[in-house]
């Protein structure tokens, strides 16, 4: 087998690593500012220009934050009492340029040329920048910077600069003032709680500048101590070479100034090596940072750009990713799986916030979504980093234990929704600490880590403890309910989606505090076995006992999961889907969450949301859910859905891939792969948004790749977007590195190191080892039909007989009466439509409103033309072949149905003489849902009394078999492949339909 497409060996091609910009655009400077940030791990650096003016730019450290007060004017029992924000810590990134008296910069210079590139491969951020200053000097400026990995746990952090300035046609005195300037406020909420609540500045402490060193401290007022931020230079050799000429040191900045004269031509090279140290106390900063400027001074920028270079390269390696056939996606995926690996937390102290490292939205706090989304892409690429993001939580643990006992729980332990310390930092409780749902995901982080690395040690030290310590908590929250024939039930809860707050029975939550609680139990009995000594010391010291875990067991397994049986659909919640659908349009133009325009309680009245917790939790936990109710649940939610969330996007894509919806798939893969690169939700200037990049990589591998681990096992079922030729990823999993390639035929699975492995593609169980890829075919070779059925449903007009024309000519007729243009094209958007939807679609040409009344009229005086017509309708109508069929089938003892949105349908059939051959023909007008809801197709299902998925729908319209693929059944097409999406199989007219080749005897 070819391989489909190059390895991450296709180094020659830059620009498939490469993020480039060509065009100078200070409209989006601090959008650009966010891009091309560097970081890692704990020291974020955004992109902005050293000579600049630093609007909007700024540096972070992970560990760096500030406390304040919350203020309530009725405050109750556990009420969070104070807000983590991170500040912006002292910029060490600034080199002024002044040609003799005058400072050259970006914003107030001519602009003659502008490049610069964020290289994914090694960690590198290059830009050239050519300039005509108002006194019509020419130069050209060329920088580098790396923020290099650590060399080792508790090392400063590192930021590492090559500046160059050549003259074009300046002859004259040049400056470089290398300055660590004092940080700014952080950034200001105003009307949008995304973006952070404005805090005071670090306080400065001093500062200090000579020839060989500038220092600048600052400390917090509430938070986390001192900071020291310390820089030293290296002057390499050039044609004009620079010297040391003064220093200055004020409250604002401490500043080296270097100075040469420059001759057209030549030009002069600053290397700059920035440390930053951070503790409790201020003691011993100065002799880390100074060790630490010393090393890097003596190794030169280019060694440290070589660290940097290295641990990429291991990086890549495990995580290499490639898309042939669009070029764009494949660049978008690096680049977002380059931000989740250079922002998420690695020292097991640092949280892995919703923004990273790269600006100051929500505060720079820690939400649910780090364990949800961005551990996950970790865990399958770089384990030892999703090791420490849990490490980091198991810091937390303190403190969540001390929020359950503010919550009132006697035991167990509580994370926050939002948090940096390890407290609850929100002051909105029905969406903060309502959300217990947050301690699942943790659980579910744990435990997908635990599988993708079976690392005994950390389940020992860490894992254990917080999932014993979490799952306490729902017996807690839940009970078993007599009312509901003994089904645990939790109440008054916040699932993630934040447009529904406060409720009973979750979906999300109660599903995965199942998947929790079974997983703790499960962490039970394998420490026992494994470290027993470990396990007793851990069970005595928590105080814990088989009889609670048995009492996690039987709560799990009595977890009440509502489900609407009318439906067929997963409830959100108990209360959900008795409310109104959103009545209010959404603005045109720009997306706009509808939280900035709403208050709370506006959107809980109403079926809204932000994102579907229904949808997540079938994709996070829904092994078990059969592919009917996950269709059915998807399209319902999908319709009352508005996406406002990041989140969003790439959980509807990977269901969208589970049950068959290739082209949603993409649609919702694309949302979600460019959130920022694109700025589609408007405040990247604040930051990346971590969970979306990480969920451009799950709608990869979880969704077009199919993956999924269960009972501890990888299950793959790829797929292959329609405009790509071919895709492949590498995974870690146990030790192991694993590739996998897809192209238009086949699937190649390459175990490169380790020990063999079984996986399972498409059910087919293939064990891999380093000696031999398996290549086995992109889709399973087993046909949909023939298969056991119960039941025929058929649809009537365009399946059994056509009178589209005599509905066309009522329709043309009625739109002529009220002056509304009418044609074939505008018909062609009627088919399989019901009379209200299909006038409505009429009327969107119409010049006036027409109200309820009169649209009822207008319905009426069409189907009354329509009925007129199809008195001349008989026997002789039928297509060919209709009598055969349903006598076939009949013969077999298959029930027959008909779903039509017509409700002239029963008098129809009548006049066709074939209404005695019908078991049950659904009655249109007791539908509320016109397809393509699934309800029509469940109904009659339901009156034949066998189940959705052991019948067989017949439809000739696009709706119709969206609306038999919701209700779980597979679907004929009667046309084109092309006019009817998502059809099982397709047949040019009812007469084709061969019975043996459809129902297996």
């Given at each position: 087998?070819?391989?489909?497409?190059?390895?991450?060996?296709?180094?020659?091609?830059?620009?498939?690593?490469?993020?480039?910009?060509?065009?100078?655009?200070?409209?989006?400077?601090?959008?650009?500012?966010?891009?091309?940030?560097?970081?890692?791990?704990?020291?974020?650096?955004?992109?902005?220009?050293?000579?600049?003016?630093?609007?909007?730019?700024?540096?972070?450290?992970?560990?760096?934050?500030?406390?304040?007060?919350?203020?309530?004017?009725?405050?109750?029992?556990?009420?969070?009492?104070?807000?983590?924000?991170?500040?912006?810590v002292a910029d060490g990134k600034r080199i002024e340029v002044w040609l003799g008296e005058h400072r050259l910069q970006p914003e107030t210079?001519?602009?003659?040329?502008?490049?610069?590139?964020?290289?994914?491969?090694?960690?590198?951020?290059?830009?050239?920048?050519?300039?005509?200053?108002?006194?019509?000097?020419t130069v050209e400026i060329e920088s580098e910077r790396v923020v290099p990995a650590h060399v080792h746990p508790g090392a400063c952090d590192l930021l590492a600069i090559r500046y160059r300035v050549r003259s074009i046609d300046y002859s004259g005195e040049l400056r470089l003032?290398?300055?660590?300037?004092?940080?700014?406020?952080?950034?200001?909420?105003?009307?949008?709680?995304?973006?952070?609540?404005?805090?005071?500045?670090?306080?400065?402490?001093?500062?200090?500048?000579?020839?060989?060193?500038?220092?600048?401290?600052?400390?917090?007022?509430?938070?986390?101590?001192?900071?020291?931020c310390a820089q030293s230079h290296r002057l390499p050799a050039a044609s004009a070479p620079l010297a040391f000429a003064a220093a200055q040191a004020d409250d604002t900045r401490a500043a080296?100034?270097?100075?040469?004269?420059?001759?057209?031509?030549?030009?002069?090279?600053l290397e700059k090596f920035v440390a930053y140290a951070s503790a409790a106390q201020a003691q011993g900063l100065e002799e880390r940072t100074d060790e630490a400027l010393t090393a890097a001074v003596g190794a030169g920028y280019e060694a440290l750009a070589a660290l940097q270079a290295g641990a990429l390269a291991e990086f890549w390696r495990d995580a290499e990713i490639a898309v042939d056939g669009d070029p764009g996606a494949e660049l978008a995926l690096r680049f977002n799986l380059f931000h989740l690996w250079q922002s998420a937390g690695r020292d097991g102290v640092s949280g892995t916030a919703a923004k990273g490292l790269t600006g100051e939205g929500y505060e720079g706090h820690c939400f649910w979504d780090t364990e949800a989304f961005v551990l996950p892409v970790m865990a399958f690429t770089a384990p030892e980093v999703a090791r420490a993001m849990l490490l980091a939580r198991y810091r937390m643990l303190a403190a969540a234990r001390e929020h359950a006992r503010e919550m009132n729980h006697p035991a167990g332990a509580l994370y926050p929704w939002r948090t940096i310390a390890g407290g609850e930092c929100s002051a909105h409780y029905p969406s903060g600490s309502a959300a217990y749902h947050i301690n699942a995901a943790i659980a579910y982080g744990i435990g997908l880590y635990l599988d993708a690395s079976d690392d005994p040690d950390f389940l020992a030290e860490a894992g254990a403890e917080m999932l014993f310590e979490t799952a306490r908590i729902w017996p807690q929250v839940g009970h078993f309910n007599a009312r509901r024939g003994g089904a645990f039930c939790i109440h008054e809860v916040t699932g993630p989606d934040e447009y529904t707050a406060m409720v009973d029975n979750n979906y999300y939550t109660n599903r995965m505090a199942q998947q929790h609680l079974r997983r703790a139990a499960q962490a039970w009995e394998q420490l026992r076995a494994q470290r027993p000594q470990q396990a007793a010391a851990l069970a005595a010291r928590l105080g814990l006992d088989e009889s609670e875990v048995?009492?996690?067991?039987?709560?799990?397994?009595?977890?009440?999961?509502?489900?609407?049986?009318?439906?067929?659909?997963?409830a959100q919640d108990d209360g959900f889907l008795d409310k109104p659908q959103w009545p209010f349009p959404r603005r045109e133009g720009e997306h706009r969450p509808l939280l900035l325009d709403y208050h709370p309680l506006t959107l809980y009245r109403y079926q809204v949301c932000k994102q579907a917790d229904v949808v997540m939790a079938l994709v996070l936990a829904g092994d078990d859910v059969d592919a009917g109710r996950k269709r059915r649940s998807y399209d319902y939610y999908e319709a009352v859905t508005t996406h406002d969330s990041t989140l969003s996007a790439s959980m509807f894509g990977i269901l969208a891939s589970e049950v068959g919806l290739a082209d949603k798939a993409l649609d919702y893969f694309d949302a979600s792969l460019r959130v920022d690169l694109d700025d589609l939700h408007g405040n990247t200037d604040h930051g990346v948004h971590m969970a979306?990049?990480?969920?451009?990589?799950?709608?990869?591998?979880?969704?077009?790749?199919?993956?999924?681990?269960?009972?501890?096992?990888?299950?793959?079922?790829?797929?292959?977007?329609?405009?790509?030729?071919?895709?492949?990823?590498?995974?870690?999993?146990?030790?192991?590195?694993?590739?996998?390639?897809?192209?238009?035929?086949?699937?190649?699975?390459?175990?490169?190191?380790?020990?063999?492995?079984?996986?399972?593609?498409?059910?087919?169980?293939?064990?891999?080892?380093?000696?031999?890829?398996?290549?086995?075919?992109?889709?399973?070779?087993?046909?949909?039909?023939?298969?056991?059925?119960?039941?025929?449903?058929?649809?009537?007009?365009?399946?059994?007989?056509?009178?589209a024309h005599t509905h066309y000519q009522a329709w043309k007729r009625l739109a002529d009466e009220i002056g509304v243009p009418f044609d074939e094209t505008v018909n062609l958007r009627l088919k399989g439509v019901d009379r209200e939807a299909s006038l409505a679609i009429i009327l969107e040409r119409a010049t006036r409103e027409y109200g309820a009344e009169e649209r009822h009229t207008l319905a009426e005086r069409k189907n009354g033309y329509y009925r007129a017509a199809i008195e001349q309708v008989g026997p002789q109508d039928l297509f060919p072949g209709v009598l055969a069929l349903l006598d076939a089938a009949r013969a077999r003892g298959l029930k027959l149905g008909l779903a039509s949105a017509s409700k002239n349908a029963p008098a129809l059939l009548r006049r066709l003489g074939i209404a005695d051959r019908f078991d049950y023909?659904?009655?249109?007008?007791?539908?509320?849902?016109?397809?393509p809801n699934p309800e029509i197709f469940l109904s009659v299902a339901r009156a034949l009394g066998v189940a959705p998925q052991t019948c067989i729908g017949i439809e000739d319209a696009a709706a119709g078999i969206a609306a038999i693929r919701a209700a779980g059944m597979p679907a004929v097409g009667i046309g084109a492949p092309a006019d009817l999406p998502g059809a099982d199989a397709w047949l040019p007219a009812i007469a084709a339909f061969d019975l043996n080749a459809f129902v297996s005897r």
């Amino acid at each position: 087998m070819t391989q489909p497409h190059p390895t991450p060996a296709d180094a020659h091609d830059a620009a498939a690593w490469c993020l480039r910009q060509d065009r100078y655009e200070p409209a989006r400077r601090q959008r650009d500012q966010t891009l091309y940030a560097l970081a890692n791990g704990s020291l974020g650096v955004r992109g902005g220009f050293e000579e600049g003016d630093g609007e909007g730019d700024g540096c972070y450290l992970a560990a760096v934050y500030e406390q304040n007060p919350i203020h309530y004017h009725e405050r109750f029992r556990g009420f969070a009492l104070r807000t983590d924000t991170r500040v912006p810590v002292a910029d060490g990134k600034r080199i002024e340029v002044w040609l003799g008296e005058h400072r050259l910069q970006p914003e107030t210079a001519e602009v003659l040329a502008f490049a610069r590139e964020l290289d994914l491969r090694s960690g590198v951020l290059r830009r050239r920048l050519r300039l005509r200053s108002a006194q019509g000097a020419t130069v050209e400026i060329e920088s580098e910077r790396v923020v290099p990995a650590h060399v080792h746990p508790g090392a400063c952090d590192l930021l590492a600069i090559r500046y160059r300035v050549r003259s074009i046609d300046y002859s004259g005195e040049l400056r470089l003032v290398s300055a660590i300037e004092s940080a700014r406020r952080a950034a200001a909420q105003g009307d949008d709680p995304r973006i952070g609540a404005a805090s005071a500045g670090l306080l400065s402490t001093g500062s200090q500048a000579d020839g060989e060193r500038a220092r600048y401290g600052q400390r917090t007022q509430h938070g986390t101590g001192a900071v020291l931020c310390a820089q030293s230079h290296r002057l390499p050799a050039a044609s004009a070479p620079l010297a040391f000429a003064a220093a200055q040191a004020d409250d604002t900045r401490a500043a080296q100034i270097f100075s040469a004269r420059l001759q057209p031509g030549g030009e002069a090279v600053l290397e700059k090596f920035v440390a930053y140290a951070s503790a409790a106390q201020a003691q011993g900063l100065e002799e880390r940072t100074d060790e630490a400027l010393t090393a890097a001074v003596g190794a030169g920028y280019e060694a440290l750009a070589a660290l940097q270079a290295g641990a990429l390269a291991e990086f890549w390696r495990d995580a290499e990713i490639a898309v042939d056939g669009d070029p764009g996606a494949e660049l978008a995926l690096r680049f977002n799986l380059f931000h989740l690996w250079q922002s998420a937390g690695r020292d097991g102290v640092s949280g892995t916030a919703a923004k990273g490292l790269t600006g100051e939205g929500y505060e720079g706090h820690c939400f649910w979504d780090t364990e949800a989304f961005v551990l996950p892409v970790m865990a399958f690429t770089a384990p030892e980093v999703a090791r420490a993001m849990l490490l980091a939580r198991y810091r937390m643990l303190a403190a969540a234990r001390e929020h359950a006992r503010e919550m009132n729980h006697p035991a167990g332990a509580l994370y926050p929704w939002r948090t940096i310390a390890g407290g609850e930092c929100s002051a909105h409780y029905p969406s903060g600490s309502a959300a217990y749902h947050i301690n699942a995901a943790i659980a579910y982080g744990i435990g997908l880590y635990l599988d993708a690395s079976d690392d005994p040690d950390f389940l020992a030290e860490a894992g254990a403890e917080m999932l014993f310590e979490t799952a306490r908590i729902w017996p807690q929250v839940g009970h078993f309910n007599a009312r509901r024939g003994g089904a645990f039930c939790i109440h008054e809860v916040t699932g993630p989606d934040e447009y529904t707050a406060m409720v009973d029975n979750n979906y999300y939550t109660n599903r995965m505090a199942q998947q929790h609680l079974r997983r703790a139990a499960q962490a039970w009995e394998q420490l026992r076995a494994q470290r027993p000594q470990q396990a007793a010391a851990l069970a005595a010291r928590l105080g814990l006992d088989e009889s609670e875990v048995a009492l996690w067991r039987r709560a799990a397994d009595a977890m009440y999961l509502p489900y609407d049986q009318a439906l067929g659909v997963y409830a959100q919640d108990d209360g959900f889907l008795d409310k109104p659908q959103w009545p209010f349009p959404r603005r045109e133009g720009e997306h706009r969450p509808l939280l900035l325009d709403y208050h709370p309680l506006t959107l809980y009245r109403y079926q809204v949301c932000k994102q579907a917790d229904v949808v997540m939790a079938l994709v996070l936990a829904g092994d078990d859910v059969d592919a009917g109710r996950k269709r059915r649940s998807y399209d319902y939610y999908e319709a009352v859905t508005t996406h406002d969330s990041t989140l969003s996007a790439s959980m509807f894509g990977i269901l969208a891939s589970e049950v068959g919806l290739a082209d949603k798939a993409l649609d919702y893969f694309d949302a979600s792969l460019r959130v920022d690169l694109d700025d589609l939700h408007g405040n990247t200037d604040h930051g990346v948004h971590m969970a979306a990049m990480a969920g451009s990589w799950l709608a990869l591998v979880q969704g077009f790749a199919g993956l999924r681990v269960s009972a501890g096992e990888l299950r793959f079922a790829p797929t292959l977007p329609a405009r790509w030729r071919g895709y492949g990823f590498g995974l870690r999993w146990r030790g192991r590195e694993l590739q996998l390639r897809v192209d238009g035929e086949r699937v190649r699975y390459a175990l490169l190191d380790g020990e063999p492995l079984e996986i399972a593609h498409h059910g087919q169980r293939l064990r891999l080892s380093v000696a031999q890829p398996v290549d086995v075919a992109l889709a399973p070779a087993a046909a949909t039909f023939p298969r056991p059925a119960q039941a025929l449903i058929f649809d009537l007009d365009g399946v059994l007989t056509d009178t589209a024309h005599t509905h066309y000519q009522a329709w043309k007729r009625l739109a002529d009466e009220i002056g509304v243009p009418f044609d074939e094209t505008v018909n062609l958007r009627l088919k399989g439509v019901d009379r209200e939807a299909s006038l409505a679609i009429i009327l969107e040409r119409a010049t006036r409103e027409y109200g309820a009344e009169e649209r009822h009229t207008l319905a009426e005086r069409k189907n009354g033309y329509y009925r007129a017509a199809i008195e001349q309708v008989g026997p002789q109508d039928l297509f060919p072949g209709v009598l055969a069929l349903l006598d076939a089938a009949r013969a077999r003892g298959l029930k027959l149905g008909l779903a039509s949105a017509s409700k002239n349908a029963p008098a129809l059939l009548r006049r066709l003489g074939i209404a005695d051959r019908f078991d049950y023909v659904a009655d249109a007008g007791a539908i509320a849902r016109a397809k393509p809801n699934p309800e029509i197709f469940l109904s009659v299902a339901r009156a034949l009394g066998v189940a959705p998925q052991t019948c067989i729908g017949i439809e000739d319209a696009a709706a119709g078999i969206a609306a038999i693929r919701a209700a779980g059944m597979p679907a004929v097409g009667i046309g084109a492949p092309a006019d009817l999406p998502g059809a099982d199989a397709w047949l040019p007219a009812i007469a084709a339909f061969d019975l043996n080749a459809f129902v297996s005897r």
